[in-house]
């Protein structure tokens, strides 16, 4: 992996509130960071807890599929009569 310094890097500007930008002034000079490596960690953050939750939600998706059909399954066999099913020596 490239280090920070030899990364490409794209430029954008934002717009914040003066009360935003002053917290975020702060917490740089706490953190002995500049604000710019401050806003990519909390950039890069918040885009990956943006991925956990639609992985999460995609999997919760699959998994009530996967559940109706199931349930379907089920309701299919629950006639089945277990006298012809052949027996299972232990």
Known sequence: ???????????????LPPHIKERLLQASSRQGKKVSALVRESI???LN???QK???EQ?????QDLA?????ICED?????AENLP???L
């Open 49 to 51: 807890h943006l991925d």
């Open 1 to 15: 992996m490239l280090s920070n310094s030899h990364q490409e890097k794209a430029r954008i500007n934002i717009q």
């Open 59 to 63: 999997m919760k998706a699959a998994y």
């Open 68 to 72: 109706e059909e199931n349930i379907s």
């Open 77 to 81: 066999f629950k006639y089945s009569d």
């Open 54 to 56: 639609l992985f999460a």
């Open 44 to 46: 890069e953050e918040k």
């Open 87 to 89: 027996e299972v020596s």
